[in-house]
């Protein structure tokens, strides 16, 4: 990219979701006004359904606005590629001075799933652009019932790195917390803010990904949501771990599972690959988001990074170094309607850890589809 803007690395992405009525766009209005959202960029899928409160100033062109604070807002015209694209060749052609960021503003009933993909995916994307994180505001006076009603709620706070509830002031406390509760449940992994609390500013809520601008070097604990994940019951970091959680009385938190896998040691490169192929091939409409940082036994000085959604993986990448002298492999992995154990099985198969009625690397490689039970 040849537009001037902040930083030096691809601009970040972050995508803001959350049922009808969640609050995003008063959320939004309140974020815009601080100043570390400067050239922000904020897209969202139609003005007509959005107020930002007393920052429109005028209309520029192809459905982009100017804000009085700088900021651009535009709507998502046919396809998010082609207004990602735009912004790019705005800033390219000099007609956007600066962008440092850019916050897509997704539809209350939208799976974020599609979102993320055309960020993670699209080769004419790649290089201007990288998912920061996920933000998910839920509703704290509808929220239990939203869950229960709505598949796609589940999904938006399954796949958070922030969840952040919203009209706590208008609920009981003891309601409050269980809804903090079963959101933990759904998503162990997720940061949970009350909108109400001073903490729950821009930089509590953004900058989500691996890279820490605080100290300006890879976090893995924090990227992986390990810190978020530590108190839960049933975090236990035993290699190959399968963290699933899921509440029986809500018939779709039962749907989604958490799993953390955990594994000392290098992995040959071809072994994570194939586990990656299979899994993706064999169950990647099931798999809502992943993350890991891998040890290979070619070189395992330098940390290979993966995050994937779905059937698409991210350009796997390499730290030059390990951040925090933790080697080995971890895997955080969030699925939906996935057989329990076939991670952990699959995981062990690769890994070459002994685990019952795990097949043995050369039946598995022979009939892959079989420890997938099709």
């Known amino acids: 990219m040849t537009g001037q803007r902040r930083g030096g690395f691809p601009i970040p992405v972050s995508v803001l979701t959350g049922f009808l009525g969640a609050g995003k766009t008063t959320l939004l209005n309140r974020l815009l006004k601080d100043p570390a959202l400067a050239d922000t960029a904020v897209i969202i899928n139609e003005f007509g359904e959005v107020a930002i409160d007393h920052l429109l100033v005028e209309q520029a062109s192809d459905g982009i606005i100017q804000l009085s604070d700088g900021c651009l807002c535009c709507t998502v015209r046919g396809d998010l590629v082609d207004t990602l694209a735009d912004l790019v060749d705005r800033l390219q052609t000099g007609r956007i001075a600066k962008l440092a960021r850019v916050v897509v503003e997704t539809t209350g009933l939208a799976d974020p799933a599609p979102v993320l993909q ?59 917390e269980a809804l903090r509760a079963r959101l933990h449940q759904i998503n162990p992994s997720a940061v949970l803010l009350d ?4 903490a729950a500013d821009a930089a509590s809520l953004f900058n989500c990904g691996l890279y820490n601008p605080e100290t300006k070097s890879a976090d893995v604990r924090r990227w992986l949501g390990e810190e978020a994940a530590h108190d839960h019951d049933h975090n236990h970091h035993d290699d190959g771990h399968d963290h699933s959680h899921h509440h029986h009385d809500h018939r779709h938190d039962s749907r989604v599972h958490s799993h953390s896998l955990v594994h000392n040691g290098p992995v040959p490169f071809s072994a994570i690959e194939m586990f990656l192929d299979l899994l993706r091939s064999t169950h990647g409409e099931k798999l809502l988001r992943m993350k890991g940082v891998i040890e290979l036994m070619e070189d395992p000085s330098l940390p290979l990074v993966i995050h994937g959604v779905q059937k698409v993986l991210h350009p796997p990448a390499r730290l030059p170094a390990w951040p925090d002298g933790q080697r080995g492999t971890r895997l955080v992995l969030i699925t939906l309607d996935m057989p329990q154990d076939y991670i952990q099985r699959l995981f062990a198969a690769f890994t070459n850890k002994p685990s019952i009625d795990t097949p043995d690397r050369a039946a598995l490689e022979a009939n892959p589809l079989a420890i997938a039970g099709l």
């Open 118 to 176: 055309s960020i993670m995916a699209h080769p004419a994307l790649l290089q201007a652009f990288r998912l920061d994180g996920v933000i998910t505001l839920v509703d704290a006076v509808n929220g239990e019932a939203t869950l229960d009603a709505h598949v796609e709620a589940v999904k938006q706070a399954a796949v958070a790195d922030r969840i952040v509830l919203t009209k706590t002031d208008l609920t009981e406390a003891s309601g409050v």
């Open 195 to 198: 909108v109400n609390d001073t």
